[in-house]
């Protein structure tokens, strides 16, 4: 089992002794405690469950701060050597996933430094000088969440690129575009596709953003108020990929912004997603019919033998609803907190995990179902007829040819939709008669410029969906996104 598959603190790997003899005292803080925790404290207090999953980031962090020790004469080389030797062994454990995650260690950073101290002896317990388990999670989780936005930007740009993929084969597929999900003005489906590109491009630079904020390293920092060691923060810094030590050491062991911030980007992108899946949703209703999804994407019903469910979509729906909460509920456990390191910290950590891997099956689920997906272009191009989608070109054409002023235009062009509606028909089947008897000017030279085609190929102003502008788009698209 993987580090990030064992389950969490559940009773049976919480290993929590129910005898009546007292556990002993930690070997980490034994000093000048007489006994270990109660049962229940150490249930509470236990991160192990969860934090394992920073096990790679501790690992990489030991291994720089060691060598930076022995750099600074501070330990022996011999001894970083053997720290940096035995820490490699660790992580070939728990890669193996032979490596016993032990509750009454706590957290990640413990069990870690336990194990090393069981492979390696004496010099294991060099490591731990000049730093503390504050600035050592804080710079842990920092690299976790730096990982993850790199594998959520990784994720929209794949999603990015299936949607210019799908966008260049339909930037001639007419669709009626909505408002308030009423038909209103004719798009492309390219056009369509084409906003989520911008929604997703959006969300990346936001990941972007929080990374670059992110990217400062809080190693030696130590519990609160730095180290008397003559620690190097810039070689460590360095080794770690980040820019630059982090300026305050009250503030970079207090520091949960980037947490929250990639909490942010990532509910705002879940947002998107959701969003998106609706309109997949209603795209494949019997009502709509705009696209199919095969077998791949949807399920079937146990007891309607017509239904193809589009679950997945309504999964990705309802999935915002924990990113969201989760970025709620870290606010609401760093609001109000005293500087620095409190212990409420600790509950960091799941909320950006389930953020993370709830993200990560949306992004993925949402390629699929794009790469999945046919498009039924006569079923659009019908529904793009209903709904007098041509309104606004009828009201255009008044202005353009008779120089009505717009308000004015856009009367006449109510009364002409009404006259259709009340004969079931539409602008275009209404006799040159019907029409002049609303406004006398109007000629045959109307009937053109009100076919949807010739709507759609009118709308060409800059980021329009006129498929010459949606053709240049799509273009832009790749050299911008991919
Ligand atoms: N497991 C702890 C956490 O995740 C590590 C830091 C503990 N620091 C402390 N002073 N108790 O926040």
């Known amino acids: 089992m993987s580090a990030d598959q064992t389950p969490q603190n559940s009773a049976a790997t919480t290993g929590v002794p129910t005898g009546s003899a007292a556990p002993a005292a930690s070997q980490m803080w034994g000093g000048r405690f007489a006994r270990g ?56 454990e728990i890669d193996a996933g032979s490596f016993t995650f032990k509750v009454e260690l706590e957290d990640i950073h413990m069990n870690v ?38 594998r959520t930007i990784a994720g929209l740009t794949a999603l990015q690129a299936a949607l210019i993929d799908l966008a260049e084969q339909h930037t001639g597929t007419v669709m009626p575009g909505f408002t308030h999900l009423q038909a209103a003005q004719p798009i492309s489906f390219a056009h369509h596709l084409l ?11 936001r990941f972007r953003d929080a990374r670059c904020r992110l990217n400062e ?5 130590a519990a609160l108020a730095g180290t008397p060691y003559p620690i190097d923060r810039f070689m460590t810094a360095e080794a770690l990929g980040f820019n630059r030590p982090t300026a305050n050491s009250l503030d970079a062991v207090s520091d949960r912004d980037f947490a929250l911030e990639y909490l942010s980007a990532a509910s705002i992108c879940a947002m998107h997603l959701s969003r998106f899946a609706e309109e997949i949703v209603i795209w494949c209703s019997a009502q709509f019919r705009f696209i199919k999804l095969s077998d791949a994407f949807t399920t079937g019903s146990s007891i309607m033998p017509q239904k193809k469910n589009p679950d997945a979509a309504e999964l990705v729906r309802a999935k915002a609803g924990r990113v969201i909460g989760s970025l709620n509920s870290l606010l609401i456990a760093m609001k109000g907190l005293p500087l620095a390191y409190s212990k409420d910290m600790q509950e ?23 790469r999945d997906m046919q498009p039924n272009v006569p079923a659009m191009r019908e529904a793009a007829d209903r709904g007098f989608l041509n309104a606004t070109d009828l009201a255009d054409w008044l202005v353009r040819e008779l120089d009505m ?5 856009h009367h006449v062009t109510g009364r002409a939709v009404k006259a259709a509606e009340d004969r079931r028909v539409g602008l275009t089947d209404l006799s040159l008669a019907e029409l002049q008897a ?45």
């Open 37 to 92: 925790p109660a049962a229940i404290m150490e249930k509470i207090n236990a991160s192990i469950g969860f934090d394992k999953r920073l096990a790679d980031q501790d690992i990489a962090g030991s291994k720089a701060h060691a060598a930076m020790l022995a750099k600074q004469g501070i330990i022996s080389q011999a001894d970083a050597d053997a720290i940096i030797a035995g820490l490699d062994r660790v992580k070939a």
């Open 113 to 150: 430094e336990a194990r090393l101290a069981e492979l390696i002896g004496e010099p294991a317990k060099r490591l731990h000088t000049g730093r503390s388990r504050n600035d050592q999670v804080a710079t842990d989780f920092k690299l976790w969440v730096r990982d993850a936005i790199d």
């Open 438 to 482: 609303i406004e006398p000017r109007i000629t045959e030279a109307v009937y053109p410029a009100l076919s949807i085609e010739a709507s759609l190929n009118s709308r060409t102003s800059f980021g329009g969906p006129a498929p010459v502008r949606v053709q240049e788009a799509v273009k832009a698209a790749r050299e911008r996104f991919l």
């Open 195 to 205: 906003a989520y590109v911008e929604m997703f491009g959006r969300d990346r630079s």
């Open 217 to 221: 390293c809080p190693l030696g920092s």
């Open 405 to 409: 002023p717009f308000r004015e235009a």
């Open 348 to 370: 960091d950590k799941e909320p950006v995990f389930e953020a993370d891997d709830t993200l990560a099956l949306c992004i993925a689920a949402m390629e699929g179902m794009v």
